[in-house]
């Protein structure tokens, strides 16, 4: 049973930064797809970025530059190291691996002008 637990969300003041943690289990993680998406209140959920197995990365142009998505293999985990935050970022942050299509509980972030 393939299980993801997202941590490292909360309440940031604009400009500042949060890293958010996704660890999976139950699975191969090392050749897995994982992506970031985020849902605002209202809104439909989007994508945020994604990492492939062998490391190659997309983002969203509304965090392109700001936000960066890595990998420990080892961990079994994918961060989201979020740079400049805006209040337009706030939202609930869910971690999604693709190739298995399973989403995370989702994590809130909240970003105060």
């Known amino acids: 049973q393939v299980q993801l637990v997202e941590s490292g969300g909360g309440l940031v003041q604009a400009g500042g930064s949060l890293r958010l943690s996704c660890a999976a289990s139950?699975?191969?993680?090392?050749?897995?797809?994982v992506a970031w998406y985020r849902q605002a209140p209202g809104n439909q959920r989007e994508f945020v970025t994604r990492?492939?197995?062998?490391?190659?990365?997309n983002y969203a142009n509304s965090v392109k530059g700001r936000f960066t998505i890595s990998r420990d293999n080892a961990k079994s985990t994918v961060y989201l190291q979020m740079n400049s935050l805006k209040p337009e970022d706030t939202a609930v942050y869910y971690c999604?691996?693709?190739?298995?299509?399973?989403w995370g509980q989702g994590t809130q972030v909240t970003v105060s002008s």
């Open positions: 999604y691996i693709i190739n298995r299509n399973v």
């Open positions: 139950g699975i191969i993680f090392s050749s897995s797809t």
């Open positions: 990492i492939l197995g062998i490391g190659l990365t």
